[in-house]
């Protein structure tokens, strides 16, 4: 199964873009698609669309955590 993440920063240094993708490919990440949309003289906001493989254990973990949740 693939999980997918979108993050979303507005920024003026594409180093925190950077830091952003290394920081979520070391958590399994992978970038799939970006967008940049201008919203000042200097200012961009940038979309980073991650996907990345999930693991049946990974699935229950998830559904039991939801299932206890429900619960409460």
Avoid: H, P
Wanted: proline content about 0%.
């Amino acid at each position: 199964m693939i999980a997918y993440r979108v993050r979303t920063l507005e920024t003026d240094a594409t180093g925190e873009v950077e830091k952003l993708c290394n920081s979520m490919a070391s958590d399994g990440w992978r970038l799939a698609s970006s967008a940049v949309e201008s919203i000042g003289a200097r200012k961009t906001r940038v979309w980073l669309f991650f996907e990345r493989e999930v693991t049946d254990d990974e699935i229950e973990r998830a559904a039991r955590q939801f299932a206890s949740l429900a619960t409460r």
